[in-house]
């Protein structure tokens, strides 16, 4: 029996050193090193707004000085105004605005600016309506999309107040960045 008892014993301690052996070996410490770099910069923004073609009495509206009010951009390059005077049904003005991506990031136009607000506002007579030119929603670095925005008074207008009718709208754009996810679509 007492053979029988040292021959367990010595059993289990060959275990426990075999476990310990396996421990000391599968417990090493490994150590990564490495250096990560990520060199880009955003810079998606309005680069130019032209007066493209006015039709009818279409025009930039005037100041109180008899200027004329320039559509404007404003500081963060992503929101352009526009003040536009129409003097009967049928005139309508085009804008074209220039979005350049001047960064390193793949751009995406999130959605068309919505003008059912400002349409809405008075006078409704004006409406304005926005689209991207050649459909261009990815901004890769160094290109650029045209967008068109028009103010039209609309031919079948009945309401037709006196002297000319001016409206003011604001265009906001918002470029996110490209994904993976997105750019595997």
Known sequence: MQRKKNRVIIALAAIIGLMAVGYALLSQELTINGTANIDSN??????????????????????????????????????????????????QGTYIITVTNNGSIPAQLMNVPDVTTVNGEEPTQVQFAVSVLGEKMVLQPTETAQIAVVAAWPDDSEDIPEGEVSKTATITLNYQQVTAEDAGD
């Not at 509206?61 to 129409?86: H, Q, R």
């Open 42 to 91: 955003w810079d998606v923004k309005i680069t130019d707004i032209t007066s493209g073609q006015f039709e009818g009495g279409a025009s930039n509206s005037l100041d109180e000085g008899e200027e004329e009010i320039l559509p404007s951009v404003s500081g963060d390059g992503l929101t352009a105004t526009f003040n536009v005077d129409l003097t009967q049904p049928g005139d």
